[in-house]
């Protein structure tokens, strides 16, 4: 679906170090891209009565940051907020029957819930009460003297060939805020006024001026100004040439002037996506470009474009000039320019060996889908176009492009309308791929199958990973263990979702059967985990990735609170150095925790094993230990010797929405 405002709460001391300029920018970028609302609540007021060094809040930058993302900020104080903290207790009054709600019962929002429940498109230029208040207590003057001092620069004017709508839909994409309306020259004319915060008591100003009333089919003169406002001593070195010592007001400087180049580079890309219906050298569709044959081919390898031998022609050279612009646009500033809708899907696999999963035909069904729906094919095998023309009208009226990202059998479809498309058929286009994704259909051993399955979860971003087998079995958090072997952000990201989502590891050992040789323990091995795999299949399950012999799978289940993702991750066999042996107990299976939900961690994932020494006679212990075993390590577990037990390894990992809820109805 289309990205969505969404919330962040944070409860804070507010305190922190001195910011980036340019990390600073990076962050509000990517929040307001996704269109995040940040909130905070200091619960901490000052350690000390007097002075303390490394403990002060920064009361003035978390404003800023709640104010750029349109969130709130609460102090640990009455001046934002009017009245005392402890003296709240006003709830929302609801009804189960709203029709007998009496308006005399109802009760207004308290100042809390005003801040965090409500939304005003005005946040963005709200005064921060609780600094001028701390300011007047030291130097009134002063809190009057730095108010008044704001000046306002014109950067730069701009006169563009468009429409008003798109630029203010692009503008408020970004963060900016209406700040001013109004008519002039007798009502023919429109100033709008945008801002949005840069820096504390800096502010970004875009002002509009275009003729009204504005026509949405029509293009016309737009004038626009941007405007930095801005105390003078600031405005003065943001508006400097030259270099600064200090590198500190290098980078606030330089920070400013990334902002206007983004800035004018998006309007740029606007205007030139939105014209493409203005020629038809630019929808036309030439010899030697179509859905079977693209513009555009990317080599394996280096991952660069090329254009293919068909769009070479003498009369294709604008239309190709035109769309390759569109390929150079990075997938995380999508967002400004067009609404995007997101399908995460998993490819029918084959074939289920160790260290091949075979799913070209299902991806070859998806792309024949794919290149039947489109006007034409843009990138081989990756980005397909769609023309969509009115009534008994030969010009495109908009288009949408689908982009197929990620690896297979793990795909993400992202479909990018343009900015301005409604609501309405942007969700009629999407349903109706949809439903034509879920029919797709393959043949396999004469029967019918589903060519893929439709997951509804951010497998991007909660997918668990592994290049190689974890050399500590100990932990579910993990480090870097070797130069050679994972990817430091690899180690990252798998340590945050091990944060968020439940994980238990379980480990089999296989005696030796055969003391000169190994070869049918390894054989027994094998099976064991085929078998685990043809079940897992059974269950629901699809392969999502492999690596070197690691096969990770994952099912949707739906809960009473929406859909959720399971995932399920078979290593290959391996020798350990730990010693383990079997409780008497009978292993349940994996349908059957999963049924009863008892896979839950006892404790923080960095606790998941605990390792005693054999001395103590305690055990070492997985995770619950009544659930199944109980490990045994003795003190010398890392010497390396020949005589290392054959182990098998596997992970389930489940959101805490399905494990929490199956709990809750399993009790009732």
Excluded at 518 to 540: C, F, K, N, P
């Amino acid at each position: 679906m289309d990205e969505y405002i969404s919330d962040i709460i944070v409860i804070t001391d507010a305190v922190c170090g001195m910011p980036d300029a340019n990390a600073l920018q990076q962050l509000l970028s990517q929040l307001r891209s996704y269109t995040v609302s940040c909130s905070f609540i200091q619960l901490q007021g000052r350690s000390r009565s007097e002075a303390c060094f490394g403990h002060v809040a920064s009361c003035e930058l978390f404003h800023f940051l709640a104010m750029a993302t349109f969130g709130a900020y609460i102090p640990n104080c009455r001046c934002s907020i009017g009245v005392d903290m402890n003296d709240i207790h006003e709830p929302l009054v609801c009804s189960e029957d709203e029709e007998e709600v009496d308006d005399s019962e109802l009760k207004p929002l308290n100042p809390f819930h005003r801040a965090l429940l409500c939304w005003c498109f005005q946040n963005a230029l709200q005064d921060n009460v609780h600094i001028t208040n701390l300011v007047n207590e030291i130097n009134p003057e002063f809190a009057q003297l730095y108010r008044k001092d704001v000046v306002r620069h014109r950067y730069i004017r701009s006169i563009y060939q468009s429409a008003l709508h798109e630029i203010l839909y692009i503008r408020l994409r970004e963060g900016f805020t209406l700040k001013q309306v109004r008519l002039c020259q007798d009502g023919t004319r429109i100033i709008i006024v945008l801002s949005m915060p840069f820096r504390p008591l800096v502010f970004i100003d875009y002002t509009i001026i275009a003729h009204w009333p504005s026509d949405k089919k029509s293009r016309e003169n737009i004038t626009v100004d941007l405007v930095i406002q801005a105390p003078y001593n600031e405005l003065k070195d943001l508006l400097s040439e030259g270099q600064f010592p200090n590198a500190v007001r290098q980078k606030l400087v330089k920070s400013l002037r990334n902002s206007v180049d983004d800035i004018l580079e998006a309007d740029r890309v606007l205007l030139h996506i939105h014209a493409f219906n203005t020629d038809p050298m630019f929808y036309r569709i030439p010899i030697g470009v179509s859905a079977k044959i693209p513009i555009f081919t990317v080599e394996d390898k280096t991952k660069e474009m090329t254009v293919f031998l068909g769009a070479q022609r003498e009369q294709g050279k604008t239309f190709v000039g035109f769309w390759s612009s569109l390929c150079e646009l990075s997938e995380k500033s999508w967002q400004k320019w067009v609404h995007v809708h997101s399908e995460r899907i998993i490819l029918k696999s084959s074939n289920v060996p160790f260290k091949h999963v075979d799913c070209r035909a299902a991806e070859e069904k998806l792309h024949e889908l794919l290149r039947e729906q489109c006007s034409f094919c843009l990138v081989h095998r990756q980005t397909y176009v769609t023309f969509i023309y009115g009534e008994d009208s030969n010009v495109p009226v908009y288009f949408y492009m689908i982009k197929v990202t990620l690896e297979p059998p793990c795909l993400i479809l992202r479909t990018a309308f343009l900015g301005g498309v409604n609501s309405i058929t942007r969700r009629d286009v999407v349903d109706a791929n949809r439903r034509r994704l879920l029919d797709l259909r393959l043949m396999e051993n004469g029967k019918e199958t589903e060519a893929l399955s439709v997951i509804r979860r951010p497998l991007e971003r909660i997918m668990i990973r592994y290049r190689s087998i974890p050399k500590d079995l100990q932990t579910i958090v993990r480090v870097r263990e070797d130069d050679t072997l994972e990817n430091p952000k690899m180690l990252i990201l798998h340590n945050a979702i091990s944060k968020y989502l439940e994980c238990r590891r379980r480990i089999w050992n296989l005696p030796q059967l055969n003391a000169t040789s190994d070869r049918t323990t390894q054989l027994t091995a094998e099976y064991i985990l085929s078998v685990l795999m043809r079940r897992r299949l059974e269950e629901g399950f699809r392969v999502a990735w492999t690596h070197d012999g690691i096969v990770g799978f994952c099912r949707q289940v739906i809960v009473q609170s929406g859909p959720a993702l399971q995932q399920y991750v078979i290593f290959p066999p391996t020798k350990t150095n730990l010693k383990m042996c079997f409780d008497r107990e009978r292993l349940p299976s994996v349908s059957e925790t999963w049924a009863s939900q008892t896979v839950r961690m006892l404790h923080s994932p960095t606790h998941s094993l605990h390792r005693m020494s054999c001395r103590t006679q305690k055990p070492f212990v997985l995770s619950n230990p009544n659930d199944y075993r109980a490990l045994h390590a003795d003190d010398n577990v890392s010497r390396q010797t020949p005589s290392r037990p054959l182990v098998l390894i596997t992970e389930s990992w489940s959101e805490p929405c399905a494990v929490c809820e199956s709990k809750v109805l399993q009790s009732n």
